[in-house]
Structure formats: structure tokens, C-alpha cells
């Protein structure tokens, strides 16, 4: 008997499977802030109006009645940058027996708050502290017309809503300078001040918070939502 021949499998061509895709990494959330720095600050569209607002005018009363010597500066503004003071002022001194140097530029409400703090935290702290008056301070900046370091927000001093405090001195010629290992008495002074800082102050920066604050207090006047502060 002649063995029948074992029929060969059939083959079949396997259809094509479509390209496997590599799973795309779910996209990250923008971070708190990104999106406020993207955006452009609604200040820097400030200009002088043909008459000084009151409240403007009423700032420079107040100023007066603290013992504040200043005087009026032309309006401050670059469209490309975005920095903008529409009724700057120069302070020549925080209060009647208070200077500031050098040349202080700031808006008028910026100034207002440095020189109550000045009258009200500064010089009491100075007198409980040392026993003598608080008779100069040392700016580092006021106005400058630029963003923030490592950012595309602008900084406060773009509106001359900030100062920058590098030192103090005293009416017995003492100097308190701002940094990170002060003598112990003057690291009393120091931390009081900067303590008492947070909350007339909406930003409040010093040693210990970054490089670039080494050296000097930073305190502005930021708008934050709910009227918060970020002191450090």
C-alpha cells in the first residue's frame, strides 16, 4: 500500500500590525508663577496724566507732615523693558532727622512705608539695641529699570516699588552693615528689623534667602493676590 503523503501545513501571512508608538510622557502642569511672568505687568503701561491724581498729591502731604525732604523727578518709563513710575520722587532723607543716600528714587507709596518703618521699627530698634539714634541709612537700590534675576518678570524696582538697605548708621558714627555673619549685637538689630519688616512689606528678602541678597535687605511693596507677603 502506497502511504499517502502528509498534507504540508498551510502558511498564512500575518497581517501587518501597525507601528508601535512609544507612550508620550503625560505633559507637566505650568508651575505656580509661570504664567504670571509670561505676562505683561499692567503698570508698565502707566503714563503721567496732564494733573497729578489726589491720591498722589495726598501721598506728598503725608510725606511732608513725617518730616520727609524729597523732590519731584520726571516720569520714569521704557515701553520696550516695561518699567514705568508715572510721579516718581527723590528722597533726600526718611523722616526729620533720618538720612538716605545715594539718590533714592521711588513711587510716592513705596516712600511713604520707608519712612514710617524707618521712624517706627528702625530707629526704636537702634535705641533699644545700642542706646543712640538711627541717623543714616545706606541704599543699594531703588529704581532700576530691569527684570528679576533668572526671570522674565519684571522687578519691583522696574516701578520704584522697592529698596534695597545696605547698611545703618548710628548717631555715635556706628555702622551696622547687612550680611551674613554680623557681629552678635548687630545681629539682634538686624533680625528685629527684618522681622518687623514682614507686613508693611509685602516682599521681604536678606542674607540666607539667596546670592543675590547677600548683602543688602530687599523690601517692596508687590501686589499678591489676597494681599499676602513672602518674606525670607
Not at 73 to 80: D, F, G, M, Y
Not at 97 to 118: H, K, Q, V, Y
Amino acid at each position: 500500500m502506497v502511504p499517502t503523503p502528509t498534507p504540508k501545513p498551510e502558511t498564512t501571512t500575518p497581517e501587518p500590525q501597525p507601528p508601535t508608538v512609544a507612550p508620550q510622557p503625560t505633559p507637566k502642569p505650568a508651575e505656580a508663577g509661570d504664567e504670571e511672568k509670561m505676562l505683561p505687568d499692567p503698570r508698565s503701561a502707566d503714563l503721567p496724566a496732564d494733573k497729578m491724581p489726589a491720591e498722589e498729591v495726598a501721598c506728598r502731604e503725608r510725606l511732608k507732615t513725617l518730616g520727609v525732604e524729597f523732590e519731584e523727578h520726571k516720569a520714569e518709563s521704557n515701553p520696550e523693558i516695561g518699567c514705568s513710575i508715572p510721579y516718581p520722587i527723590m528722597l533726600k532723607t526718611l523722616g526729620k532727622s533720618i538720612a538716605i543716600a545715594p539718590g533714592t528714587e521711588l513711587n510716592c507709596p513705596m516712600a511713604e512705608a520707608a519712612a514710617r518703618f524707618a521712624a517706627d521699627v528702625i530707629q526704636p530698634a537702634a535705641k533699644a539695641e545700642f542706646g543712640a539714634d538711627l541717623k543714616s541709612i545706606s541704599q543699594a537700590s531703588a529704581f532700576v529699570c530691569r527684570p528679576r534675576h533668572g526671570t522674565r518678570k519684571l522687578s519691583e524696582h522696574a516701578f520704584g516699588n522697592a529698596l534695597d538697605i545696605a547698611s545703618f548708621t548710628l548717631s555715635d558714627g556706628k555702622t551696622i552693615e547687612v550680611g551674613p555673619a554680623p557681629p552678635e549685637k548687630d545681629g539682634k538689630f538686624l533680625d528685629a528689623v527684618r522681622k518687623a519688616a514682614c507686613g508693611p512689606f509685602k516682599t521681604v528678602l536678606g542674607p540666607g534667602a539667596d546670592a543675590d541678597h547677600a548683602l543688602h535687605f530687599h523690601f517692596d511693596l508687590e501686589p499678591r493676590r489676597h494681599g499676602g507677603t513672602f518674606c525670607q
